[in-house]
């Protein structure tokens, strides 16, 4: 890198640092949410009354109370945006090849680059939808409670989901690329922290990241065809009180 | 009843020309190599529409897969032309050869490209062992075989060239060093004479252009004519740098 720019020449000082600290991130803490995020969103396909589990499982998560937004920041939003920005960077020093040397590996590559790159798009997309950030430019669907502590959390993402035909296609391409980019760095993580250094090892890595990547995109396509098919016109679960009613008589 | 096959070369008459493509009919005969159908051209420089051009420029030297001066891009895969068999090589490509200049390289003229950045890699992580200077250093420490056995698929390295030409981050854009040089750096950090300048050579991988570089596209382990387990040689490097970079963040 010949640029003479100053942030380039700190980058280039703290290089190792800087690109070890890419690859950690992308696994802890932003993979690691990534597992807790799709496993908790299958709890809609919990038995029982419907969106019921969700609705408990998010509460969970919301007890942080104030802290919330912190936690996000901190753990989430602040190392999401790091290794997105520095994985721009590595894009855009990349060439692929694989139409030239079709090897499985060097498929990987590129597709790592693709769905880091789907994964960004539609993590802005999923963002600016659901999340109360949006709120002020016309998203932030989700909603913990309703009026009068109706439990909603479940009945609101599904009619973000719900509002058009192409959301949970755009919902499905979005997650698959963010599994796979989750499982496939896995993978390469192993290599770049010297884990796995023969083949066979690396085989073997690749058995269990794929199980790994497969787990994760059916807890996904669980959720979101259970938000998909979730009816959206019964009235929603009651959680604290019991006028739940009062928000269903109201519209 | 004599077969032939057409090969297509892009061709460049010097470093500053613009590229263009020349197609050359050559009578076929059992075992040739890409080599001897260079010399068939050089002989007889007609091109398939008859007009009369000049002989393609090539680099040649060991002509048995030692020297890796012949690296040519023939049918889009990376290779010396000195052991691409012609009868092979046309079975890819039913009757037709497409021969081009490897393209991570600045091309002299026609098939000759310049491999300066490979050596000027390989002097980066100081691939050689501390031997030179007129005093009297002694005889070198005992290596065991099994060490021997782990050395000896690195050492031969003829830094032709395939492993960076088909690796997607050896390019303009990034600094990366090449698999060769990464794989070096760990054979010269195996002997046991070279160790003295292991430091060194870790700083220069954990550095700009080093094994951050790499994108694990795994292609250089299977582009290698030399059968070199450079991937294994990457992740030695990775673990190598970790542990590196940990002994002097904790002041070793």
């Given at each position: 890198m010949?640029?003479p720019?100053?942030?380039?020449?700190?980058?280039?000082?703290?290089?190792?640092?800087?690109?070890?600290l890419?690859?950690?991130?992308?696994?802890?803490?932003?993979?690691?949410?990534?597992?807790?995020?799709?496993?908790?969103?299958?709890?809609?396909?919990?038995?029982?009354?419907?969106?019921?589990?969700?609705?408990?499982?998010?509460?969970?998560?919301?007890?942080?109370?104030?802290?919330?937004?912190?936690?996000?920041?901190?753990?989430?939003?602040?190392?999401?945006?790091?290794?997105?920005?520095l994985?721009?960077?590595?894009?855009?020093?990349?060439q692929?090849?694989?139409?030239?040397?079709?090897?499985?590996?060097?498929?990987?590559?590129?597709?790592?680059?693709?769905?880091?790159?789907l994964?960004?798009?539609?993590?802005?997309?999923?963002?600016?939808?659901?999340?109360?950030f949006?709120?002020?430019?016309?998203?932030?669907?989700?909603?913990?409670?309703?009026?009068?502590?109706?439990?909603?959390?479940?009945?609101?993402?599904?009619?973000?989901?719900?509002?058009?035909?192409?959301i949970?296609?755009?919902?499905?391409?979005?997650?698959?690329?963010?599994?796979?980019?989750?499982?496939?760095?896995?993978?390469?993580?192993?290599?770049?922290?010297?884990?796995?250094?023969?083949?066979?090892?690396?085989?073997?890595?690749?058995?269990?990241?794929?199980?790994?990547?497969?787990?994760?995109?059916?807890a996904?396509?669980?959720?979101?065809?259970?938000?998909?098919?979730?009816?959206?016109?019964?009235?929603?679960?009651?959680?604290?009180?019991g006028?739940?009613?009062?928000?269903?008589?109201?519209? | 009843?004599?077969?032939?096959?057409?090969?297509?070369?892009?061709?460049?008459?010097?470093?500053?020309?613009?590229?263009?493509?020349?197609?050359?009919?050559?009578?076929?005969?059992?075992?040739?190599?890409?080599?001897?159908?260079?010399?068939?051209?050089?002989?007889?420089?007609?091109?398939?529409?008859?007009?009369?051009?000049?002989?393609?420029?090539?680099?040649?030297?060991?002509?048995?897969?030692?020297?890796?001066?012949?690296?040519?891009?023939?049918?889009?895969?990376?290779?010396?032309?000195?052991?691409?068999?012609?009868?092979?090589?046309?079975?890819?490509s039913?009757?037709?050869?497409?021969?081009?200049?490897?393209?991570?390289?600045?091309v002299?003229?026609?098939?000759v490209?310049?491999?300066?950045?490979?050596?000027?890699?390989?002097?980066?992580?100081?691939?050689?062992?501390?031997?030179?200077?007129?005093?009297?250093?002694?005889?070198?420490?005992?290596?065991?075989?099994?060490?021997?056995?782990?050395?000896?698929?690195?050492?031969?390295?003829?830094?032709?060239?395939?492993?960076?030409?088909?690796?997607?981050?050896?390019?303009?854009?990034?600094?990366?060093?090449?698999?060769?040089?990464?794989?070096?750096?760990?054979?010269?950090?195996?002997?046991?004479?070279?160790?003295?300048?292991?430091?060194?050579?870790?700083?220069?991988?954990?550095?700009?252009?080093?094994?951050?570089?790499?994108?694990?596209?795994?292609?250089?382990?299977?582009?290698?004519?030399?059968?070199?387990?450079?991937?294994?040689?990457?992740?030695?490097?990775?673990?190598?740098?970790?542990?590196?970079?940990?002994?002097?963040?904790?002041?070793?």
């Amino acid at each position: 890198m010949a640029h003479p720019t100053e942030s380039v020449s700190l980058q280039d000082k703290n290089y190792f640092l800087v690109r070890r600290l890419h690859s950690l991130l992308g696994l802890v803490p932003v993979g690691a949410f990534l597992c807790v995020h799709l496993l908790t969103n299958a709890t809609i396909l919990a038995p029982g009354e419907a969106g019921g589990e969700f609705q408990k499982s998010i509460e969970r998560i919301h007890a942080l109370g104030p802290l919330l937004v912190p936690v996000e920041v901190v753990f989430i939003f602040l190392p999401l945006l790091f290794h997105s920005l520095l994985g721009f960077q590595i894009v855009f020093n990349s060439q692929s090849n694989a139409q030239q040397y079709r090897y499985g590996s060097n498929l990987r590559y590129t597709a790592q680059r693709t769905t880091g790159i789907l994964a960004f798009l539609f993590i802005f997309y999923h963002i600016w939808q659901m999340h109360w950030f949006g709120k002020p430019v016309g998203g932030g669907a989700f909603e913990l409670h309703g009026a009068a502590g109706a439990a909603t959390g479940a009945m609101t993402t599904a009619v973000a989901i719900q509002q058009a035909w192409w959301i949970a296609p755009v919902y499905a391409i979005g997650v698959l690329s963010c599994v796979f980019h989750l499982a496939n760095g896995l993978w390469t993580s192993l290599i770049t922290w010297g884990i796995t250094i023969r083949p066979e090892s690396q085989r073997v890595a690749g058995y269990v990241c794929a199980a790994f990547g497969l787990v994760l995109a059916i807890a996904g396509m669980g959720a979101l065809s259970g938000f998909r098919t979730f009816d959206v016109k019964s009235p929603p679960p009651v959680v604290t009180d019991g006028h739940a009613d009062v928000t269903s008589h109201g519209h | 009843m004599s077969k032939s096959f057409t090969v297509t070369i892009q061709r460049q008459d010097d470093p500053h020309s613009p590229k263009y493509s020349e197609s050359f009919e050559i009578p076929y005969e059992p075992g040739l190599n890409m080599t001897t159908v260079l010399q068939r051209i050089a002989a007889t420089p007609v091109t398939s529409d008859n007009k009369s051009s000049t002989p393609v420029a090539y680099d040649s030297c060991c002509l048995e897969e030692i020297c890796g001066a012949c690296t040519m891009v023939i049918n889009g895969r990376v290779r010396q032309a000195c052991s691409a068999l012609i009868d092979n090589v046309l079975e890819e490509s039913a009757g037709a050869i497409d021969v081009k200049p490897m393209s991570k390289f600045p091309v002299v003229r026609d098939l000759v490209v310049n491999r300066k950045a490979m050596f000027e890699s390989l002097k980066r992580v100081k691939a050689w062992v501390k031997v030179d200077g007129y005093h009297d250093l002694g005889s070198g420490p005992r290596v065991s075989p099994h060490e021997q056995e782990d050395a000896y698929p690195l050492s031969k390295c003829m830094t032709c060239g395939c492993c960076v030409e088909a690796c997607p981050q050896f390019n303009d854009k990034s600094p990366f060093i090449g698999p060769a040089a990464v794989s070096q750096a760990i054979l010269f950090n195996a002997n046991p004479t070279g160790k003295i300048d292991r430091d060194e050579r870790l700083e220069v991988l954990a550095g700009p252009g080093g094994i951050a570089d790499c994108g694990n596209s795994q292609n250089c382990v299977k582009v290698c004519p030399k059968d070199i387990p450079l991937t294994d040689s990457i992740a030695k490097a990775g673990r190598d740098t970790t542990l590196y970079k940990f002994r002097q963040f904790f002041g070793r």
